[in-house]
């Protein structure tokens, strides 16, 4: 069955430290996006991609970095975490329709 | 700014009554609107999707009503269960050449009384 993974689920980092959330897609898709997720703002998006090698910045960018490696895989790199940077993220993958497939979430905390 | 609104923020009603949640855009030219289903400690899931040239989706027990004119939507959900209490998010796409990018309304929490 198709799915999108992400790891770790759970992340405690401290503040100046570097951070890297993964994301696994098994749908073939090839475009792939990070969000974050918090209360009153729903889903913004932070970086996406259109296929291996590429990275694109979305909505709120700044601080964050993302990386592409293949079709399968997409990374979202802190490498300044700051407490601010405190929220659940989500990757998701999507075909050439507009639908969008999420992955289960991890939950970061910047100390 | 938020180019897409929801409301309510947060709903109630009991089981078997209708819920009714609303959306709002400002960008005209959206032309694609999903609704996602989020369950706590997961990733949001779509629900219902409805594009512009359409005023009415239905899918079982929901529906989506939409109004391009007034740049308004709603999600009706009848006979509501309490499996159906969850965060509801409203959703626009703008055609980009092949990727289609969501903007997010800020999502309302529905909570269905047995």
């Known amino acids: 069955e198709a799915a999108v993974t992400q790891s770790p689920r759970n992340k405690v980092a401290v503040t100046g430290g570097k951070v890297t959330l993964s994301c696994n897609q098994t749908?073939?898709?090839?475009?792939m996006y990070w969000y974050r997720q918090d209360t009153g703002h729903g889903l913004r998006l932070i970086h996406y991609?259109?296929?291996?090698?590429?990275?694109e910045k979305g909505d709120i960018p700044d601080g964050y970095k993302a990386s592409r490696p293949s079709q399968e895989n997409f990374s979202l790199i802190l490498e300044l975490a700051t407490p601010s940077q405190t929220s659940v993220y989500f990757c998701a993958s999507g075909g050439g329709g507009a639908e969008q497939y999420f992955g289960p979430g991890t939950r970061l905390t910047v100390l | 700014q938020q180019q897409v609104r929801q409301s309510p923020q947060s709903l109630t009603v009991w089981e078997g009554e209708t819920a009714i949640l609303n959306c709002s855009y400002e960008?005209?030219?959206?032309?694609?609107f999903p609704w996602y289903q989020q369950f706590p400690g997961e990733g949001p899931a779509l629900l219902i999707s409805i594009s512009s040239v359409s005023d009415k989706k239905e899918d079982g027990r929901f529906t989506i009503f939409f109004n391009k004119r007034e740049k308004k939507l709603s999600l009706h959900i009848t006979d509501s269960q309490p499996g159906d209490s969850a965060t509801y998010f409203c959703a626009a796409s703008i055609p980009t050449g092949g990727n289609n990018k969501l903007t997010f309304g800020q999502g309302t929490v529905l909570s269905v009384i047995p």
């Open positions: 960008d005209s030219t959206f032309n694609y």
């Open positions: 749908n073939n898709h090839n475009n």
């Open positions: 991609s259109y296929g291996a090698g590429s990275t």
